[in-house]
């Protein structure tokens, strides 16, 4: 597998813990390289665009509510089959399912309060870094 690019979201309730360098402290120890970060107030259009494909789930509407609820990191990961070692390292959707010394069993509080988003394959990678970065803020 080569050299691969993920899309990354530390999310409020972990921003505003303070703990966006505990996370990546994670992150880096996965072997994973940050190489675009940017700390953001997501809008309402923003967090419904990028969560578009779970508007129908009964959860949406909480789910925009929180992720528009504080200020949020989103990155640029790159390493070795990184769309599938971040989701590794992220842990299970729901905290109380999540692998030891995961980020989400270290420090998510529930399954909608979850501490980072993920992207699921490369090319909801490549759309979702397209949404909030350009090259220009990327440096690998
Ligand atoms: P993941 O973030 O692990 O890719 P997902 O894509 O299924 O999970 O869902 C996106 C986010 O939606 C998830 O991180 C938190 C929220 N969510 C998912 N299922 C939920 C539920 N049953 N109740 C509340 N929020 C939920
Ligand atoms: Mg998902």
Request: cysteine-free; charged content about 25%.
């Amino acid at each position: 597998m080569a050299i691969q690019r993920t899309f990354s979201i530390i999310k409020p309730d972990a921003t505003e813990r303070n703990l966006t360098g505990a996370v990546n402290a994670v992150i880096e120890k996965a072997g994973l390289r940050i190489i675009g970060q940017r700390r953001i107030q997501m809008t309402r259009a923003q967090a419904e665009r990028f969560y578009g494909v779970h508007k129908e789930r009964p959860f949406f509407g909480e789910l925009v509510d929180f992720m528009t609820s504080g200020p949020v990191v989103v990155q640029v990961l790159e390493g070795e089959n990184a769309v599938k070692a971040y989701r590794d390292v992220m842990g299970a959707t729901n905290p109380a399912d999540a692998e030891e010394g995961t980020i989400r069993k270290l420090y998510a509080k529930s399954i909608g309060e979850n501490s980072v988003h993920g992207s699921d394959s490369e090319e909801n990678a490549a759309i979702e870094i397209r949404q909030f970065f350009s090259e220009a803020d990327i440096a690998g």
